[in-house]
């Protein structure tokens, strides 16, 4: 770059550094430098912390210089050298579909006794249960939810109301009655079923926001009724002792009729966790293989053409109604399903686990997935669930910052801010192209670029 | 008939905080239609601002007039509520917009769980309230045991809505800036063809916006007492389930929605049940889009084939 | 010219749409014959798409009957005993009568195999040019998936069926020149390709009257030759009448059987190309003038 290129670019970098610092500084210094705290008359008092606001502005300008300086100009050269032919996706995508698949099953097969083998009986519980089982039901929850916004292009702000819905139903009906996990799994799904139609029905005729608002407001509604309904729900104090799951009749407990006693094994809460581990796993790999074959279906292709365009739907012959009823009703069918497990799981229920912020996370999966691409959903779940989980493992940075300092309170705050880095970063999410349905000749990746989102 | 009116005041009160946030989410819908998740917080941050800028004034300053004291709390918290939201703007949707419809959605999503753990650090989770202020009132109605009553703090908070409506409905219906903020909301492309500065424009709007929802931050703090960083949620949500219920894009539907859910939530609370006010407002709104699907005062949608 | 004229395919009477106070279409009646052409034309803004709206069941018409007979013409005596009783088709094993404008959008095309086009391109355009003509084929098939049941299960009836399905695709695919283009996003087409691949997908949804909206609309003179030779092609071997709008009056009067003319929602004339090409009234509403001052201007522009 010539001379007399780059003084106007270091100066505009200054004074783009110059304006965010003041910003900072305007906003940093009442609420990071002025602390108010509550004194032991409970009076409101100020605490001042000058040294970190000067810390955190410094922050603020160093990035904004890096950014004007270094980042952008090598977005700039990196947009000018590699126009992307358009239409034709990247070979890449095509292959990652293709490779991608058996590999990641094939991991996830042997994960738990690749931790266990790994890290032991003692550290091997964590990983299993913190990070896959975890992991694995966001990722049932994405691909549930990506039948209704990916794929049909409905945007559903209230999807959690089905995940409440399989866990209150499992909760209840098993306490009540003594069914068997197995027995009630599905009808949990039914039920979840049931209640997406039941809600799906007044909303059809919204479209776009109008439908994300009332989706959101029906998803709320059901925690507060939860919340409210204390004869049946037990309000906020949740339902607890929850029947858990049985290997084929065989309870996991330290009694002598228990699992490891019956295998003549040492009792491990080990045992349970991989058992609950190849639940969810199933279930999530029923999910995926139910979808795919659903995408092959015309009900599938009739979903797809409705987030396209849903007039042209309409001229030719397809009823958009139950059309999008179905994708409403399997969605939260799955979603059901999930729900079951994870009250079978956690022994515990409660509405606390029934948040927007569950609906918000479930939706940022499967747009940071990118819409419709099931492999993405689950790279975007093992990335936001386990990115998060692994912040409570940030133990390392109390040596740096003192013994006060407490990793697990950062970890929202980071993940909301990936949230927003990651739609910078991709708008369309991580996997933007299309896997046709069905061809003729050769299979091609649709470009993201002529995709729709949906209008609904 | 005293309760009722009582709750009617009260419910006023309510919803005029309501819809002062509700014009926020509307004009950012109206201007480049996406849905600003993060607004609730921004209400929140902003009643934060107005705390400590209260407690800097009266205990570091000494300050004993407590008009005064509110009048430049408003401000600060105003103009501070305006930055942030200009550079939530420059940072997390600018850079997204005329891109996909949902990654700004997502994007506010995020920058929502931000604002809300980044207060919670900074300014720790326990609710924070102040002493009560302005604690007169008026008793309208006496009579058969029952005393309705209009408080100090009520008539403020009416006043002060009422002024800052009046002066923003001034600003977009009559100053060329409202008339580039209508010439965006119609096409973006044409506008700035014609020379208006879109980019100008839409962070002017958002200022706007959290201008307002720091008066209502505000206003919630000093009528309340008390604030905590979790509140930014559910005041967010009822005051955009008030400028759907109005029609989102419409200015007066937005005072009018949250209006509406504020009576709502207040005389269902009084007549029926506290603990399904929120029940009762969702669903008001749910039943009003179904057979109105634009709301209130929105334009009907033409469906072009 | 046919001696004796075919029997009625789709009858349209006293049709009449206004939107608030404004008319767009006043008491419009006419007439669609089997295996024939009929081109509806006017100026802009005359109201010929909201005929289209209202046939195929996107717009309810303020007043009016819009029937569809199928199979043996002489069920239309039963017409005025159908529009009476309430119902809205009438079936029997020799034929069937539909009154459209008492059916859902979808149900005109699916059971009373009206299918239309759009004067703006309606395509799947993140979905192949093979996937967009799958989607037209949705009733059948998903009746051959067992409302998605077998299908899920994976039961070998639907795999036949879709392979039917991809069957005709490709026979349309031919017809339209698109074959080589199959595997590609519909969106990716060029404009004359995406046309072409709309008609298509219509007549995949087998109906008996095709309603194209501007068809030529924005191609070159020689795909507006090759348009001309596939609406012929779709009348003569494929069983199914066309209504068409159209402006190119090169493709009006070439390939047209019927003229039905329409100025600011009023029908002016209706009859064979050259009887209307020679209408004064037509020339007047085209040519913008008083009626006697029609001679002058047909001098002018020399007819």
Known sequence: MSPNGATPLALRAVKDAAIWGAVALGLFVPLIALQAVQDIRGELRLETRWPLLVVLVALVVAGSLLNSLVITPWQERRARAAPRPDGSAGRFAAGLGRWFPPFAIGFVTVFPFLALWLVGFQGGLKWIDNFGIQILIYVMLGFGLNIVVGLAGLLDLGYVAFYAVGAYSYALLAKEFGLSFFTLLPLAGILAAFWGILLGFPVLRLRGDYLAIVTLAFGEIIRLVLINWVPVTNGYAGISGIPRPTFFGIPFNASDSGFAAVFGLEFSPIYRSVFLYYIILALALVTAFVTVRLRRLPIGRAWEALREDEIACRSLGIDTTTTKLTAFAIGAMFGGFAGSFFAARQGFISPESFTFMESATILAIVVLGGMGSQIGVAIAAVAMIGGTELLRELDALKAVFGREFDPTQYRMLLFGFAMVLIMIWKPRGLIATRDPSVFLKERKAVSGSLVKEGHG | ?305 | MRASPAPALLEVEHLTMRFGGLVAINDLCFTARRGEITALIGPNGAGKTTVFNCITGFYKPTEGRIAVAHGDARLWSELDALTLCGDRKLTRPDGALFLLERMPDHLVTRQAKVARTFQNIRLFSGMTVLENLLVAQHAPLMVASGFTLLGVLGFPSYARAERAAVDKARHWLALTGLIERADEPAGALPYGAQRRLEIARAMCTDPVLLCLDEPAAGLNPRESAALNDLILTIRDAHNTSVLLIEHDMSVVMEISDHVVVLDYGVKIADGSPAAVRNDQKVIAAYLGVADDEVEAAEAEVGL
């Open chain 2, 1 to 305: 008939m005293e309760v009722f009116v009582q709750q009617l005041i009260n419910g006023i009160t309510l919803g005029s905080i309501y819809g002062l946030i509700a014009i926020g989410y509307t004009m950012v819908f109206g201007i480049i239609g996406m849905v600003n998740f993060a607004h609730g917080d921004v209400f929140m941050v902003s009643a934060f601002v107005a705390l400590i800028a209260f407690l800097v004034l009266t205990t570091w300053l000494g300050i004993a007039s407590v008009t005064l004291a509110l009048f430049i709390v408003l401000i600060v918290a105003m103009v501070l509520t305006g930055v942030l939201n200009w550079a939530i703007e420059r940072l997390a949707y600018r850079p997204l917009r005329g891109s996909f419809r949902l990654a700004p959605l997502i994007s506010a999503i995020g920058m929502s769980i931000f604002l809300m753990n980044f207060v919670q650090v900074a300014q720790g989770p326990r609710n924070k309230s102040i002493p009560p202020l302005l604690s007169g009132e008026f008793v309208l109605m006496g009579g058969s045991g029952y005393q309705v009553t209009l408080s100090y703090k009520q008539i403020m908070v009416w006043v002060v809505t009422a002024v800052l409506l009046a002066a923003f409905w001034w600003l977009v219906s009559r100053t060329a800036l409202g008339r580039a903020q209508r010439a965006c909301e119609q096409d973006q492309k044409m506008a700035s063809l014609l020379g208006v500065d879109v980019d100008r424009t839409v962070s002017i709007t958002f200022v706007m916006g959290a201008a307002l929802a720091a008066v209502a931050g505000t206003m919630y703090l000093m009528y309340y007492g008390v604030i905590s960083f979790a509140d930014g949620f559910t005041p967010g949500v009822k005051a955009f389930t008030a400028a759907v219920l109005g029609g989102i894009g419409s200015l007066p539907g937005a005072v009018i929605g949250g209006l509406l859910i504020g009576l709502v939530e207040t005389l269902w609370s009084a007549y029926f049940s506290i603990d399904y006010k929120d029940v009762a407002a969702f669903s008001i709104l749910a039943v009003v889009l179904i057979f109105l699907p634009q709301g209130l005062l929105g334009r009907p949608e033409v469906e072009k084939v």
